[in-house]
Nanobody, 120 residues
Framework: QVQLVESGGGLVQPGGSLRLSCAASGSINNIFAMGWYRQAPGKEREFVADIRLSGGDTDYADSVWGRFTISRDNAKNTMYLQMRSLKPEDTAVYYC?????????????WGRGTQVTVSS
């Protein structure tokens, strides 16, 4: 089992910055990737960014490319999302995701989410 706990959300003005953190604990060997997803009110959950734990390759949604940066600290089992130039449309609950591969196939884990609100 893997537990994920997000933190760092809050209220920020348009153009501001926030850094989200996701701490992983439990059976955290054989992690393939970690990522961030978000869900705005009335919308489906959408991909934001992810990072491979081996090699550190990253991928971003077009809507956040150039404004958000995903990173990880393997020693601390923690992943981060640095968000800059925030827009009102970035308002959502942000969820941490972990792709666990102890064998063939993936087991996906999710955190409970952290609210990000961008408003003046």
């Amino acid at each position: 089992q893997v537990q994920l706990v997000e933190s760092g959300g809050g209220l920020v003005q348009p153009g501001g910055s926030l850094r989200l953190s996701c701490a992983a604990s439990g059976s955290i060997n054989n992690i393939f990737a970690m990522g961030w997803y978000r869900q705005a009110p009335g919308k489906e959950r959408e991909f934001v960014a992810d990072i491979r734990l081996s090699g550190g390759d990253t991928d971003y949604a077009d809507s956040v490319w150039g404004r958000f940066t995903i990173s990880r600290d393997n020693a601390k089992n923690t992943m981060y999302l640095q968000m800059r130039s925030l827009k009102p449309e970035d308002t959502a609950v942000y969820y941490c995701n972990l792709d666990h591969r102890p064998g063939p196939g993936s087991v996906l884990y999710w955190g409970r989410g952290t609210q990000v609100t961008v408003s003046s």
